[in-house]
């Protein structure tokens, strides 16, 4: 019998008593079973390590890749025409090349893409890492209700990239204002221009108290 101290507690350790319990457990549970049950937990192990190297591989690859961000913003082109922004950026690793911008058109299964043709296309561009793509869509290019409600980016691997909800409704927002500010101004008859020097010369402003 072997004896031992651990922290404040004394044990003890008979090896016959062990050596009997394990021959109790060998007499009573079968052989068969055993190595079934360990090579059954060895398998799981085995398929639990496969699976995490395939997620990590998976993750990693992700990673790697080129993601696009697109951001949206309407403003004023000339001739007091309406526009839309649209700022592209490649916030991946690797290069995306874009090939058209567009919308969704609902269809009776699923979408279509719906490609916008611009007169002062710069499509199709390379974009690296961090590099960005600015677009300016006008009323003549496009139907810009249609593209601030589903604004869409295809690669030239055919992935379709969307803008987020938050610039969606940012775009529109910005569009309707956008066009009742214009459109106020229409209205609005043009004010008479005075010269500063007449008003100077009909009423001279006094500086004595």
Request: hydrophobic residues 45%.
């Amino acid at each position: 019998m072997f004896a031992f101290h651990f922290l404040h507690y004394k044990l003890t350790f008979d090896p016959i008593y062990a050596v009997e319990i394990l021959n109790q457990m060998w007499d009573s549970e079968p052989v068969g079973t055993t190595s079934i049950v360990l090579t059954s937990a060895g398998l799981l192990l085995t398929l639990a390590f496969k699976l995490l190297d395939f997620g990590w591989d998976w993750y990693k690859e992700r990673a790697r890749q080129g993601k696009l961000k697109i951001e949206l913003a309407a403003e004023q082109a000339g001739h007091g025409e309406l526009a839309l922004c649209a700022i592209v950026s490649n916030i991946g690793k690797e290069p995306i090349v874009v090939r058209d911008i567009g919308y969704a058109k609902p269809r009776l299964f699923g979408t279509e893409f719906i490609r916008a043709t611009l007169a002062d296309n710069p499509l199709p561009h390379s974009l690296n890492a961090r590099d960005l793509l600015r677009i300016f869509i006008t009323e003549e290019d496009a139907d810009l209700n249609a593209l601030t409600d589903s604004f869409r980016v295809k690669d030239s691997m055919g992935k379709i990239w969307e803008a987020p909800e938050a610039e969606i409704r940012k775009g529109r927002r910005q569009l309707k204002t956008l066009r009742a500010t214009l459109a106020r101004l229409n209205q609005t008859p043009p004010a008479k221009r005075v010269r500063l020097e007449e008003l100077q010369s009909s009423a001279p402003i006094s500086t004595q108290n």
